[in-house]
């Protein structure tokens, strides 16, 4: 861990700094598919979120540990820690925490097999984005509504809901992990409705 210079403040204050600036790079690695990398930094600022006492950071990193898992393909790991992160932000009522969170819940849920609870978690999570006037946390949940749609096989629903997406999506020459997710069920749609060259284009 790098020495804080007294500028930074107390002790507390330096390791509160360092753990926020920690989970936020992890976070932006993510964004951008840097896992690897992405994966010890959590590890740490997890560990000085504990050390700190602080129920909001460690909810948030538990949150992003989760949407971590759930891009590696842990499923069983992405529920736990993301199941957590929900309920602690919950506890405190954080509407900005679960807006960021609880949609990554919705997306395992449905992976797991329970398309009703995740429509669920979903219309929840748009509520309070909605009400947050986040426009990419808006377009995230969009997208996660559409392939929601798309596995209950409601095509024209799936389709709506990714132009709404669109609507919301606040950067289109922004390259992350949520725009490529947004591609990708558009090309499953696309496939799903037999349009096999716009299908192809996408993937």
Known sequence: MPEL???FGVASDRT?????????YADHLIEHGEFARAAPLLVESTTLSHAMGSR???????????RLALLLGDMPKAHALLQVAVTLGREFNHQELLGHIQPYLGLVTLYEGDPEETRRLLDDSLRLCLNLQDKSFVAR???DLAETALWEGELNEAELWLA?????????????????QRVFVAASVATAQQRYGHAATLF
């Open 141 to 143: 949940v969009c997208t």
């Open 164 to 180: 709404r997406s669109l609507t919301f999506h606040s950067n289109p020459l922004r390259i992350d992990v949520d725009q490529v």
């Open 56 to 66: 909001y950071e460690t909810a948030l990193i538990l949150g992003i540990s989760g």
């Open 5 to 7: 210079g007294p500028e």
């Open 16 to 24: 509160y700094i360092l753990c926020c600036h920690i989970w936020t």
